[in-house]
């Protein structure tokens, strides 16, 4: 009788630390993912769901819809929902989906440009609004100051023959830091010169013969 009071507590012990080890490990993995190193408006990638695939972020590769044949169920398409739609939408999808990642595309930036211009032109030049591009020239317009300031930036990380000339970081992180290197491999610059304090503006000067400009926690970078 001992015996078998014995072997069960044991028992009771390991399932009691088996299931102690099991809730940590659940603690762990439910934390918030981290946001976007930009400014405190920068988009949260879980505030509207990304689109994914081609129909987001390209033209399909596969067959498509042709033109006469992409008609919405109900009602009619724009001239320029019309245009967005070619070449875009695949066979057996309807035209109305993918239109639908555009436009929420545009709502993405309009809604951040509204907070911080600076904190949407970083999400369309890092690419974190899928197929803004597209989708601002053909469906919102009214956005295209924000591309057109994103397409004079590039995103952090190794960059090859940058252009010459001041730049600014897209982000008020105090970890971003920046190095040009010349062809042979010697740093012709690097920064910031000081540590960066919460809500610094952080710049870059690129000197002429930079062969590669490298960058980490800067987010993104326009002119200045």
């Given at each position: 009788m001992y015996r078998r009071s014995a072997a069960a507590a044991v028992l009771l012990a390991a399932a009691l630390t088996l299931t102690a080890c099991s809730s940590g490990g659940d603690k762990a993995d439910s934390g918030a993912k981290p946001k976007p190193p930009a400014s405190s408006?920068?988009?949260?990638?879980?505030?509207?769901?990304?689109?994914?695939?081609?129909?987001?972020?390209a033209k399909p590769t596969g067959p498509v819809l042709p033109d006469a044949k992409i008609t919405p169920k109900t009602g009619s398409f724009?001239?320029?929902?019309?245009?967005?739609?070619?070449?875009?939408?695949?066979?057996?999808?309807?035209?109305?989906?993918?239109?639908?990642?555009?436009?929420?595309?545009?709502?993405?930036?309009?809604r951040t440009a509204k907070r911080d211009k600076d904190a949407a032109t970083g999400a369309v030049i890092t690419g974190e609004i899928a197929g803004a591009k597209d989708a601002i020239n053909l469906?919102?317009?009214?956005?295209?100051?924000?591309?057109?300031?994103?397409?004079?930036?590039?995103?952090?990380?190794?960059?090859?023959?940058?252009?010459?000339?001041?730049?600014?970081a897209l982000t008020q992180a105090t970890n971003c830091t920046w190095e040009a290197k010349g062809k042979d491999g010697s740093v012709l610059a690097s920064g910031p010169e000081t540590p960066p304090k919460a809500g610094d503006k952080i710049t870059a000067a690129i000197p002429a013969g930079t062969a590669e400009f490298n960058s980490s926690g800067c987010y993104a970078w326009i002119p200045a």
């Amino acid at each position: 009788m001992y015996r078998r009071s014995a072997a069960a507590a044991v028992l009771l012990a390991a399932a009691l630390t088996l299931t102690a080890c099991s809730s940590g490990g659940d603690k762990a993995d439910s934390g918030a993912k981290p946001k976007p190193p930009a400014s405190s408006a920068a988009p949260d990638p879980a505030d509207t769901p990304q689109p994914s695939g081609s129909a987001a972020d390209a033209k399909p590769t596969g067959p498509v819809l042709p033109d006469a044949k992409i008609t919405p169920k109900t009602g009619s398409f724009t001239a320029q929902e019309k245009q967005y739609l070619s070449g875009r939408v695949p066979e057996k999808m309807d035209p109305a989906a993918v239109l639908q990642t555009g436009q929420d595309a545009c709502q993405r930036v309009a809604r951040t440009a509204k907070r911080d211009k600076d904190a949407a032109t970083g999400a369309v030049i890092t690419g974190e609004i899928a197929g803004a591009k597209d989708a601002i020239n053909l469906l919102c317009p009214e956005q295209k100051p924000i591309l057109a300031a994103a397409e004079k930036g590039f995103a952090e990380g190794p960059r090859t023959s940058p252009a010459a000339g001041n730049y600014r970081a897209l982000t008020q992180a105090t970890n971003c830091t920046w190095e040009a290197k010349g062809k042979d491999g010697s740093v012709l610059a690097s920064g910031p010169e000081t540590p960066p304090k919460a809500g610094d503006k952080i710049t870059a000067a690129i000197p002429a013969g930079t062969a590669e400009f490298n960058s980490s926690g800067c987010y993104a970078w326009i002119p200045a």
